[in-house]
């Protein structure tokens, strides 16, 4: 069945531009891999006349079968006085030989004037142009119609006569940009009111949070006539960033009633939500709407009373519909089947009868509280589940003990690690030198276990990411390592934390080892 709202998730694009996101290609695929499993219908991966990475990601992205969402490649207009099969960035966006390819063009006279300096006619030809070639590449084309709504008050016949341009050139969807992030939800009502009204191809919005209402806006939009809504995960992007699909997914779903994402999606959604701070190595915003840790904590007393007696007393809606839980009664029930959930996904034999499922969840919750995050390490938590059920840690070695040292010899620094493992009676020393500690120490252990195990020859780490955790009062502050792995088939990830950092990079690494002799 068709859904009514369609979700263009550009994360890995818009997204990408905000402060502090800076995403590997590994990353990139990880996110999309998890954006399509939840079910978003678009996934932009990038633009590659901008970015060699993207170039890069649509080449690895093109191996990947993508079950629910389509993949789409982001790029402007030709440039002006340029015939559009002699442009450079457009004849990228169709080597990055994706379904979907969404161009962005301008609405604004303004900016036509005086940013794109050239007439008019040039500007509806550019438009009309480089749509017209993408159709005929066989391309499903959205068209994003930049500074729309800023565009339409400043000119509105002009800002008509370039959407028109798009869809006569066949463009599937044209997309109305508040840019600026600067508009109020009844002029976005409005004008989106008069596109629906003045074009026969579908709409879509695409809004940016500059003024707090990137996600009202985009519910204004909805509420008249768009059925496609553009925006990022936990609303990453430049400046106070994109509107946050994180809210407006529920928000769909929940409030406007309408069907968009697959309705055994949305108990996934906070999970979605962690995974994608983990990889930008971001803290998870409490405060956070629906998905935050705070958003269904309730802290007094009267609010915790209530609450008690009458859950909807202080709450908007059921938390478990978002995969979120109330603060004060964790729900016991929904704790125990995500676990089983995930674990099942992990190949575990666990069903809510197993007896071990309450000291299981009692360690994750354990763990977490020491700091540990399980969202993107998934590996880690298949090894504490695993060595529950068995009654035993059925570990395969063990690191007996293990020096690092670190000295600089004139210009060069010099890491150093020596490891000792122990694999049944066997004992194997090695040591390793590396660009930096963890390094030399990763090295030095993975070449004492390839002794026992030539396998992990094979296994390298594509990402290793460091968070400093908030110190408790009286405590030193944590370190949490997240390490990514691949065999070159698949990826996991793994955790380790320690107020030391070599000592937590120690734990990810062994973890790491450890899962991928798991595997057959
Ligand atoms: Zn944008």
């Given at each position: 069945m068709k859904p009514q709202v369609e979700i263009y998730d550009t994360t890995l694009r818009d997204g990408s531009q905000g402060e502090g996101i800076n995403f590997s290609v590994a990353d990139k695929l990880r996110i999309a891999e998890k954006l399509d499993a939840f079910g978003v219908h678009y996934i932009e991966g990038g633009w590659p006349g901008s970015n060699p990475k993207d170039i890069e990601f649509f080449a690895q992205a093109k191996k990947k079968k993508f079950k629910n969402a389509k993949l789409a490649a982001f790029g402007s207009t030709r440039k002006k006085n340029v015939p559009v099969e002699q442009d450079d960035q457009v004849r990228l966006l169709i080597e990055a030989e994706t379904p979907v390819v969404t161009i962005y063009g301008k609405t604004s006279m303004l900016h036509v004037k005086e940013v794109l300096r050239c007439t008019p006619d040039e500007n509806l030809a550019m438009i009309g142009d480089t749509v017209r070639f993408l159709k005929d590449h066989g391309k499903f084309v959205i068209y994003d119609a930049e500074h729309c709504f800023d565009g339409y008050k400043l000119d509105p016949e002009y800002a008509i006569a370039t959407w028109q341009a798009a869809e006569k050139a066949g463009a599937d969807f044209v997309v109305l940009c508040d840019t600026n992030g600067g508009c109020l939800p009844a002029e976005v009502a409005a004008i989106t009111k008069t596109a629906v009204g003045k074009l026969n191809c579908k709409v879509g919005i695409h809004t940016h949070d500059d003024i707090g209402l990137g996600v009202a806006n985009a519910l204004a939009a909805l509420e008249v006539g768009a059925v496609h809504v553009q925006g990022t995960i936990n609303g990453y992007g430049e400046r106070t960033g994109n509107c946050n699909l994180t809210s407006v997914i529920p928000?769909?779903?929940?409030?406007?009633?309408k069907t968009s994402v697959p309705v055994k999606s949305l108990p996934k959604l906070k999970e979605l939500s962690?995974?994608?701070?983990e990889i930008a190595n971001l803290r998870h915003n409490p405060r956070q709407p629906w998905v935050g840790s705070a958003a269904f904590a309730h802290k007094g007393g009267a609010h915790v009373n209530a609450v008690q007696k009458l859950a909807s007393s202080y709450e908007h809606i059921d938390p478990a519909l978002v995969?979120?839980?109330r603060n004060i009664l964790v729900?016991?029930?929904?704790?125990r089947s995500n676990i089983v959930v995930k674990a099942q996904q992990l190949g575990l034999k666990v069903t809510n009868d197993?007896?071990?499922?309450?000291?299981?969840?009692?360690?994750?919750?354990?763990?977490?509280?020491?700091?540990?995050?399980?969202?993107a390490a998934e590996a880690s938590m298949a090894l504490l589940i695993r060595n529950i059920l068995k009654h035993e840690a059925e570990l395969k070695f063990t690191v007996e003990k293990y020096h690092v040292s670190m000295r600089r010899d004139k210009k060069e620094s010099i890491c150093e690690a020596t490891v000792k493992v122990r694999v049944g009676q066997t004992v194997h020393h090695e040591v390793a030198e590396g660009d930096g500690p963890v390094n030399a120490l990763d090295s030095a252990l993975r070449s004492a276990l390839a002794?026992?195990?030539?396998?992990?020859?094979?296994?390298?780490?594509?990402?290793?990411?460091?968070?400093?955790?908030?110190?408790?009062?009286?405590?030193?502050?944590?370190?949490?390592?997240?390490?990514?792995?691949?065999?070159?088939?698949?990826?996991?990830?793994t955790v380790g934390v320690s107020e030391n950092i070599i000592e937590a990079s120690l734990q990810a690494l062994v973890d790491s080892m450890e899962f991928a002799l798991l595997k057959k």
């Open positions: 928000c769909v779903a929940l409030k406007l009633k962690q995974f994608v701070d995969g979120n839980e729900s016991d029930l929904a704790g197993t007896p071990e499922l309450r000291q299981i969840l009692d360690t994750i919750k354990q763990r977490e509280h020491e700091g540990y995050e399980f969202e002794k026992s195990f030539p396998k992990l020859k094979k296994v390298t780490l594509t990402d290793y990411k460091v968070r400093i955790l908030d110190g408790v009062a009286g405590t030193a502050a944590k370190t949490r390592v997240l390490i990514q792995s691949t065999d070159g088939q698949r990826e996991w990830g």
